[in-house]
Structure formats: structure tokens, C-alpha cells
Nanobody, 129 residues
Framework: QVQMMEAGGGSVQSGGSLNLSCVAP????????IGWFRQTPGKGREGVAL????????FYADAVKGRFTISQDSAKKTVYLQMNSLKPDETGMYYC??????????????????????WGQGTQVTVSS
């Protein structure tokens, strides 16, 4: 099974920034909605941001609006997540995934992880206070 490949996690202090990257293998990137998700201690996996691979359509969870920016580079089949003003409770594992069977993004997909596949191994983000 093909998997996305995440990178860019690390340890920062509260208020710091990180830029995550996600490489989509094969045809996973094409004409597809790619999402960043996270799993923090005590919570289930939650959607953070979505981007459509052939345009600029983006969607964000309310908790990260104005601080996180998702973008895509179609030539590199890579999706980025620039995270600014990070908070300690955002410590966790960050994953990217592609919408199962392809298609556009829409806001409700942020809470529908079952519609995503090709999950990567994740990259750890640790924010200290």
C-alpha cells in the first residue's frame, strides 16, 4: 500500500514555527484532496487543513485559522503545512493523507478521516511552554 511521507516535525517553544512537508507517491497526488491531520494526547485524530492538488482551494480547522497555512507544489507532488504561533496543546503526531478515490476538498472532510487513505507514518511535533 502506498503511503504519504511526512517530514519536518521537531521541538519548538510555545509561539514557535515549524514547516511540515508531505510527499505523495505515485498518482495519489493527482486530482485529489490532500489533508493534514493530527493526533494529540487524549484526543482522536482530527483534521487540521485540506488542499486540492490542482488549485488553491484550502480549508482549515477553526483552531488553526490564521496561524497555519497549507500549500501544494504539484511539480514536487508535495503538500506543506506552515505552522506559526504553535501552542503546547498542539503537541502530537501529524499525519497527511489523500482522499480515498480522489476528488475535491470540502470543509466537512476535516472531520471525516474515514474518507482518507494512504496515511503516512507521521511526524512528531512537540511544543514546550
Amino acid at each position: 500500500q502506498v503511503q504519504m511521507m511526512e517530514a519536518g516535525g521537531g521541538s519548538v517553544q510555545s509561539g514557535g514555527s515549524l514547516n511540515l512537508s508531505c510527499v505523495a507517491p505515485g498518482d495519489t497526488f493527482n486530482n485529489n484532496c490532500i489533508g493534514w491531520f493530527r493526533q494529540t494526547p487524549g484526543k482522536g485524530r482530527e483534521g487540521v487543513a485540506l488542499v486540492y492538488s490542482r488549485g488553491d482551494d484550502t480549508f482549515y480547522a477553526d483552531a488553526v485559522k490564521g496561524r497555519f497555512t497549507i500549500s501544494q507544489d504539484s511539480a514536487k507532488k508535495t503538500v506543506y503545512l506552515q505552522m506559526n504561533s504553535l501552542k503546547p496543546d498542539e503537541t502530537g503526531m501529524y499525519y497527511c493523507a489523500a482522499r480515498l478515490n480522489g476528488g475535491y476538498c470540502y470543509i466537512t472532510l476535516l472531520s471525516q478521516t474515514r474518507h482518507f487513505a494512504s496515511w503516512g507514518q507521521g511526524t512528531q511535533v512537540t511544543v514546550s511552554s
